[in-house]
């Protein structure tokens, strides 16, 4: 697999970042929104609180994976030729 020039970002790596980012401020609003909607019923230790957190884990997940994505996309982009 051929390596992509020197000091040269993707734009698909940083697409993949920015949707990462937006699905894991999507998934965590509505992961609040039903953590609270548990929290109000009293339903402390139930499959909906656990299903509820679940949802903010794999918010938390996205956003690790879109941040993660997008420092490498601007590392590569601004990567200096003396740098390896």
């Known amino acids: 697999m ?3 020039p020197q000091g040269q970002g993707s734009v698909l790596r940083l697409l993949t970042g920015a949707m990462l980012f937006i699905v894991a401020v999507v998934v965590a ?6 953590l609270v909607r548990v929290l109000e019923g009293g ?3 139930t499959p909906p609180m656990r299903r509820a957190l679940a949802t903010l884990g794999v918010a938390g997940a996205c956003f690790a994976g879109g941040i993660a994505t997008i420092i490498w996309d601007i590392s590569k982009r601004y990567e200096t030729p003396d740098s390896r």
């Open 29 to 34: 609003i509505y992961g609040f929104v039903s």
């Open 43 to 45: 339903g402390y230790g």
């Open 2 to 4: 051929p390596e992509s």
